[in-house]
T-cell receptor, first 116, second 114 residues
Framework: AQSVAQPEDQVNVAEGNPLTVKCTYS??????LFWYVQYPNRGLQFLLK??????LVKGSYGFEAEFNKSQTSFHLKKPSALVSDSALYFC??????????????FGQGTTLQVKP | NAGVTQTPKFQVLKTGQSMTLQCAQD?????MSWYRQDPGMGLRLIHY???????DQGEVPNGYNVSRSTTEDFPLRLLSAAPSQTSVYFC?????????????FGAGTRLSVL
């Protein structure tokens, strides 16, 4: 079955330090991978995506993600965390059997807490 | 641009009651979907639509109905509410084709079924 796993329920980091939010996937074929962010009492917002090409993908708000095919991972990173980055982060993969129907499979989410 | 608008924001139902969660988008997006968000389970797809008049089931469709009579609106109907349907519901929309995965989400409807 296709799946996405986020092994950490919560990540704590001090402001100014680098952050990493982990994601691993299990899909058939080439994966289409995404990161979304959810701020309190808001809907999800798209951050970045990997379809093909360069393994390092840059997205919104200074975030980037590294695709690693051998480790089946797509970790979200940022060189210097801000308190305003505190939110719930979701990794997602396109359902490979859905074609272009937009069906995404989401991980369970990781809460990022950035402390001043 | 309002984006994706969901109403109501909060709702409390008694077991067995029915209701409709409204979703409207003003971006002329072809694709629309409904998710439910439960603690520790991420988002799970309930139903989706790739265009007016076309709907299909997602991962957890039981107990929910949808219709898509216009491009703008995609209401979600709970036929007979159950406590297991207590959740936060999100509507999302996107363009079709290569942009279908960049989905725009509404602010959500928090539903409690007693």
């Amino acid at each position: 079955a296709q799946s996405v796993a986020q092994p950490e329920d919560q990540v704590n980091v001090a402001e100014g330090n680098p952050l990493t939010v982990k994601c691993t996937y299990s899909v058939s074929g080439n994966p289409y991978l995404f990161w979304y962010v959810q701020y309190p009492n808001r809907g999800l917002q798209f951050l970045l995506k990997y379809i093909t090409g360069d393994n390092l993908v840059k997205g919104s708000y200074g975030f980037e993600a590294e695709f690693n095919k051998s480790q089946t991972s797509f970790h979200l990173k940022k060189p210097s965390a801000l308190v305003s980055d505190s939110a719930l982060y979701f990794c997602a993969v396109r359902d490979p059997y859905s074609g272009n129907t937009g069906k995404l499979i989401f991980g369970q989410g990781t809460t990022l807490q950035v402390k001043p | 641009n309002a984006g994706v608008t969901q109403t109501p924001k909060f709702q409390v139902l008694k077991t067995g009651q029915s209701m409709t969660l409204q979703c409207a988008q003003d971006m002329n997006h072809e694709y629309m979907s409904w998710y439910r968000q439960d603690p520790g389970m991420g988002l799970r797809l309930i139903h989706y639509s790739v265009g007016a008049g076309i709907t299909d089931q997602g991962e957890v469709p039981n107990g929910y109905n949808v219709s898509r009579s216009t491009t703008e609106d995609f209401p979600l109907r709970l036929l007979s509410a159950a406590p297991s349907q207590t959740s936060v519901y999100f509507c999302a929309s996107s363009y079709s084709g290569t942009q279908v995965d960049i989905q725009y989400f509404g602010a959500g409807t928090r539903l409690s079924v007693l």
